[in-house]
């Protein structure tokens, strides 16, 4: 039989104290040994899935200071939303009763800056990198409109719109929101600090 899972404010808070703990670096690296490794052969039940950004100091598992089976990753340069991001977001909600989706955006992110600079000059990059530009563009009007111009501000407002984008595009993620199966919560991670700080939520946390 499967392990009861948190409900969404339960992993919520396994997670903040494991960032809390990561901040401290009273870090306890848990479920990192041969003994959990053996016990997921067959089977996961994580406690959450973490969509982020790809970038090489944003590290899910190690911010928020858990282990093998705890978390369902799914990263993307500038967390911008495809196809593939919502099936596998659809899965792990589905397939593999997630109760909390983490949207975790991060200070000086280079594919937000990108979309800032393009929305200043009208210059798009080349290539498939035009394509997540083109993707977070929304996101830095919004934050335009609203006065913002800074890039980690930028970010916020990007991590509050992809959250709400989720739960918009997805019936699926949409409908385990509103029975209050699954929550949705929005992050930035401070570089310099190690402190991943909420900035937007949706559903019952």
């Not at 100091?57 to 911008?80: C, K, N, P, Y």
Request: glycine residues 8%.
């Amino acid at each position: 039989m499967s392990p009861k899972q948190p409900t969404p404010a339960e992993a919520w808070q396994l997670l903040r104290e494991g960032n809390a703990r990561f901040v401290s670096g009273d870090v306890a690296h848990p479920n990192q040994n041969a003994a959990r490794r053996s016990s997921l052969t067959e089977s996961q039940n994580p406690m959450a899935v973490i969509f982020g950004c790809s970038d090489s100091r944003l590290a899910a598992e190690i911010i928020f200071d858990v282990g093998l089976g705890d978390v369902f990753v799914v990263r993307t340069a500038g967390q911008v939303i495809d196809d593939a991001v919502l099936g596998s977001l659809e899965f792990s909600v589905e397939s593999l009763r997630v109760p909390l989706i983490v949207v975790l955006g991060h200070d000086s992110c280079g594919a937000v800056t990108a979309a800032v600079e393009s929305a200043r000059s009208g210059d798009m990059p080349e290539g498939y990198v035009r394509g997540l530009v083109e993707r977070i563009l929304p996101s830095v009007l919004a934050a335009q409109r609203a006065g913002i111009e800074e890039v980690n501000l930028t970010v916020e407002e990007h991590v509050k719109q992809t959250a709400a984008r989720l739960t918009n595009h997805s019936r699926v993620l949409h409908e385990a929101v509103e029975t209050g199966r699954t929550a949705v919560v929005g992050v930035t991670y401070r570089l310099a600090e190690g402190r991943a700080d909420p900035v937007t939520t949706i559903g019952d946390l």
